[in-house]
């Protein structure tokens, strides 16, 4: 649950420097809106033009590895 709580969009692009000064991980929650739902592979490149540390995307990567074992088996 996210509480519908977000940074401003110009706050985005020091997201990277934070965590790098900091030692933090830069991880992102793209189960919902990611592999190409958004426009681009990944949400957070709408915003955010750095590379990020850990990206979690299980249910979609589930979803289609569920599709290619029924197709196969």
């Known amino acids: 649950m996210t509480l519908r709580s977000s940074i401003r969009?110009?706050?985005y692009s020091k997201v990277r420097q934070?965590?790098?000064r900091y030692?933090?991980?830069l991880i992102l929650?793209?189960?919902m809106c990611g592999a190409g739902?958004?426009?681009t592979f990944l949400a957070?490149?709408?915003w955010l033009d750095a590379l990020l540390d850990l990206v979690a995307c299980a249910k979609y990567s589930a979803?289609?590895?569920m599709?290619?074992?029924r197709q196969s088996g």
């Open 23 to 25: 030692g933090v991980l």
């Open 37 to 39: 739902r958004t426009g």
């Open 63 to 65: 979803a289609i590895w």
């Open 9 to 11: 969009l110009e706050h």
């Open 18 to 20: 934070i965590c790098d």
């Open 67 to 69: 599709r290619s074992a």
């Open 44 to 46: 957070a490149h709408h």
């Open 29 to 31: 929650d793209e189960v």
